[in-house]
């Protein structure tokens, strides 16, 4: 089966019109489209078209507000607080950015609690723009249990991702983008459905046992996290500063009071940002940093974060977005009113 080919604009348009004919307005729509499109854009299939029945049957049910309308308040000099008002969390996190970047420009450093909101997506999304104001950011957010801690049998941690930004003055900015997990839940889920193994190290079955079938990982079984012990600890690190510092719920806690529709639970994210120009060192960091990550990419081998995303950002640009078949039938499909 083919796949078809779309624009970041048609994408968007097909985003829309999935999430209005289910209950959603054209403000919480077009901030979850963007955010759809931006994911296909560079990609990431796993947040992007393939996410959509989960949006639309959690607005089938009731579970989220689709006509959200988020509130931002500045609680503190650097802490900013956004309300998100039982809706999806773009929407909140567009409200909330401009609030945030003022008080870690005013402050050096300031954070931001998103509170009652659905987040279903990836982070770089929002941590980019962060960055692209001067900023260095970073963002957590939890789950539902997802992972087993190091040793134990049961999972108790969300996949738990955390994204890091850092500016790069004319360039496009720094960002990696991970789940504590040992493989996102997502690329799980896709591996699962499309029937290919996953590596050795990425999950257990329902017994506990490790096993490299996707479907028995996501079907009764968990994942692992990274790097055993020291991902575990991330992940326990995210669920507190996520859950801890602003009341909401635990990964534990979300799958209790969730309803299993298939979309996000109710919960938070924190975020922070820190103005490098506030530190010290405002003639010199830059020079200094990119000094840095001129040697790093420099290396014959080495990684450089976002570099992948950022060149099939240009060539899906130029070239389209493939999208697989079922994918965008599914997503037709859920543009068309229900009886």
């Known amino acids: 089966m083919s796949d078809v080919i779309m624009t970041k604009q048609e994408i968007q348009t097909l985003v ?9 307005n054209s403000q919480n729509a077009s901030a979850v ?42 609680i ?5 607080r956004v309300d998100g008002d039982h809706g999806y969390a773009p929407l909140a996190l567009e409200m909330g950015r401009a609030a945030l970047i003022e008080a870690a420009s005013e402050n050096g450093i300031a954070a931001m609690a998103l509170v009652n909101v659905h987040h279903f997506a990836a982070l770089w999304v929002e941590v980019e723009p962060i960055a692209e104001a001067g900023l260095a950011a970073m963002a957590f957010t939890t789950y539902k249990p997802a992972v087993v801690p190091a040793g134990a049998k049961q999972p108790l941690f969300g996949t738990n991702p955390m ?16 789940a504590s997990a040992a493989m996102a839940r997502g690329e799980v889920m896709i591996a699962a459905r499309d029937g290919h193994p996953v590596p050795a190290g990425t999950g257990v079955d329902s017994d506990g046992a490790p096993t490299t079938d996707a479907d028995k990982i996501i079907n009764g079984g968990a994942l692992l996290p990274f790097g055993g012990h020291k991902g575990s600890t991330i992940a326990m690190m995210i669920e507190l500063l996520v859950a801890g510092l602003t009341g909401q719920d635990f990964s534990f806690e979300a799958q209790k ?58 060539r899906n640009s130029d070239k389209g977005i493939a999208v697989k078949q079922s994918v965008y039938e599914n997503c037709i499909e859920l543009t068309k009113a229900t009886d």
């Open 16 to 24: 829309e019109q999935g999430l209005e004919t289910n209950g959603c």
């Open 33 to 74: 489209a963007r955010t759809i499109a931006a994911a296909e854009l560079d990609g990431c299939a796993a947040h992007g078209l393939f996410r959509m029945p989960g949006y639309v049957a959690s607005l089938r049910s009731g579970k989220v507000n689709g006509n959200a309308n988020p509130t931002v308040s500045r």
């Open 76 to 80: 503190s000099p650097g802490v900013v």
């Open 163 to 178: 994204c890091f930004g850092w500016p790069r003055g004319d360039q496009p900015p720094l960002v990696f983008d991970q």
């Open 257 to 314: 009071n969730d309803n299993n529709d298939g979309g996000p639970p109710n919960g938070g994210e924190f975020m922070l940002a820190i103005d490098p120009n506030r530190f010290g060192d405002s003639e010199n960091w830059l020079q200094h940093s990119e000094s840095f990550l001129q040697l790093l990419g420099g290396m014959e081998g080495a990684h450089m974060p976002g570099n992948r995303r950022y060149a099939n950002r240009a």
